[in-house]
């Protein structure tokens, strides 16, 4: 059973990931193409990166007892492209919940600009 230890709790935290993105609406709840085309372009280059390391030898797949021994390719675990897929999800998450956090950081400073709360001075 803890052979699906590591792809369970990537399917895990994808999961919750995708409850923060359907609450605030980041990414797929935001732009579903959009989101699936940017994620879909960073999981094939990560992909290659990984072929090319595998290739030149760099990679190889470790022995654990935590992930299921599927390999999709030689010395391409299963769990590689979901990890990858979580990866590039985590980072649109990131970014778009950051930049949300600045824009409505800047619209609420903009507007207690004018008048000062405390004084009652205008601007």
Do not use: K
């Amino acid at each position: 059973m803890t052979a699906f230890a590591y792809l369970g709790g990537l399917l895990l935290v994808i999961g919750c990931m995708a409850l923060i993105d359907a609450r605030w609406r980041l990414v797929f709840w935001r732009a579903p193409i959009a989101a699936a085309v940017t994620i879909g372009v960073g999981l094939a280059f990560f992909l290659l990166w990984d072929a090319a390391g595998i290739v030149l030898g760099v990679f190889f797949r470790g022995e654990s007892q935590i992930v299921t021994g599927i390999e999709l390719a030689p010395e391409l675990p299963l769990e590689e492209p979901v990890f990858l897929f979580f990866l590039c999800y985590l980072t649109l998450v990131l970014v778009l919940g950051v930049e949300r956090m600045l824009r409505t950081r800047a619209l609420g400073h903009a507007a207690s600009v004018p008048g000062d709360r405390e004084t009652g001075a205008a601007g």
